[in-house]
């Protein structure tokens, strides 16, 4: 089943608002198994819309519009899907209360412009739009559906999980599709693949792996497809067993869940305390820890010693260890761990000192060379990482790989 997605308005084309419907939207069709071969985005002129419905109808089954559904002149989409479906408009009651209910709610009256969201094409079936006036419309022309939602992102996603795709599956007796994603952090995309290569050349022809690569995580999606939920999970369940075999260090959770919430659960779980010391990080760990609700049950603090002044007087490192290794060295970045330790009275603490870039590496010290270190109630351990030229990107993996040296020692 192949599904095209028109979003419309001038406000997308000249980068004004971005078009954050169309990715969600590709997302949610693909884990119902709906294959998204085109996205378009048009401006709010009648020949550009009927265009982009003509080409979509060539090319899918499925075509899904947004935007131009809102009751000032500038918003054409119904009239001109009036006119494309040579539908004649008529007055919807139920959409029609649905307005005079929204506008109560915020002691409006009700004009005659919105008073127009209710007049729909006849040939359309309305889709209720709780979140919003103007409702959803389904057509059908020649085996395919064309449907029009509003492009207020909290109005798409509720008519799209609410109304369109239960519909969409309910038309076209979509089979079963079971996602999984299984987290991995610690290990680039290609070196992952070759650990990994044995495992996924023996996959079954029904189920399909794609690597999807951030800066610090790989996420690995299994894609089952068939007509048994209960035995495709049961599938990917084995599967995902077998892989811990292969990577059971590098694996940190399923399913999109972040690195930071599962070092929590633990912490949680066990009831121990963290604190962290930063420098080339600038408190991006302890932004990340505090992300997740209920974080104060385990975090105490972070200092942020970003200068060896403030590694020297608020943490106690030692001035000799800065002169004779540098702030970037095994030595301070450990004695960097103890001291927030100390200092906040942790369990555990995490340090950081590298060099983000894109300037101060030396040949000894390139841009990209970070050391961490985990301050423990049994001593302290420390590691040092190469992540490359990139000043965001090395923040982002230093953090991330401060977390998981946590989560790795927790585990064990």
Not at 51 to 71: F, H, K, N, W, Y
Not at 101 to 117: C, G, I, L, S
Not at 162 to 173: C, M, R
Not at 246 to 251: F, G, M, Q, R, S
Request: aromatic share 8%; proline share 3%.
């Amino acid at each position: 089943m192949k599904a095209e997605i028109i979003s419309i308005g001038d406000e997308l084309l000249i980068g004004q608002v971005i078009n954050t419907n169309a990715s969600w939207m590709a997302t949610e069709l693909t884990l119902y198994g709906i294959n998204v071969v085109h996205i378009a985005a048009v401006s709010d002129k009648g020949e550009a819309i009927r265009d982009a419905l003509d080409q979509a109808s060539e090319r899918a089954d499925i075509i899904l519009m947004t935007g131009g559904l809102g009751p000032t002149k500038d918003d054409i989409t119904k009239k001109i899907l009036a006119d494309y479906f040579n539908s004649e408009m008529f007055f919807h009651e139920p959409t029609f209360e649905q307005v005079k209910k929204v506008f109560r709610a915020r002691h409006f009256e009700v004009t005659e412009v919105n008073r127009q969201q209710a007049l729909i094409p006849e040939k359309c079936t309305p889709l209720f739009n709780r979140n919003g006036t103007a409702p959803g419309m389904w057509f059908e022309r020649e085996g395919k559906v064309f449907v029009s939602m509003p492009g207020v992102p909290f109005e798409t996603k509720v008519l799209m999980k609410e109304q369109v795709l239960p519909k969409l599956k309910e038309h076209f007796h979509l089979g079963v599709i079971i996602h999984k994603t299984v987290m991995t952090t610690g290990m680039g995309e290609s070196f992952l693949a070759e650990i990994i290569k044995d495992w996924e050349n023996n996959l079954p022809d029904s189920v399909k792996l794609a690597y999807l690569p951030q800066p610090g995580i790989v996420r690995l999606r299994l894609t089952a497809k068939g007509n048994d939920e209960a035995n495709l999970r049961n599938k990917i369940d084995v599967l995902v067993s077998d892989l811990h075999s292969y990577i059971d260090d590098l694996i940190f959770g399923y399913n999109d869940v972040s690195l930071e919430e599962v070092v929590g659960n633990l912490l949680n779980e066990q009831g121990k305390t963290v604190s962290t010391a930063e420098s080339c990080t600038g408190g991006y760990i302890a932004h990340l820890i505090t992300s997740i609700a209920g974080s104060s049950n385990y975090f105490t603090g972070s200092v942020v010693s970003y200068s060896n002044e403030a590694k020297m007087n608020i943490l106690e490192v030692s001035k000799d260890d800065i002169d004779l290794h540098g702030a970037v060295s095994k030595e301070v970045v450990e004695a960097m761990a103890l001291g927030v330790q100390k200092k906040l009275n942790t369990d555990y603490a995490v340090a950081t000192s590298g060099i983000a870039g894109p300037d101060g590496g030396t040949d000894d010290k390139p841009v990209g060379t970070t050391w961490i270190a985990l301050a423990t109630p049994n001593g302290v351990l420390s590691k040092r990482f190469h992540f490359g030229e990139h000043r965001g990107r090395n923040i982002r993996r230093a953090a991330l790989a401060a977390l998981n040296l946590l989560r790795l020692v927790l585990i064990k």
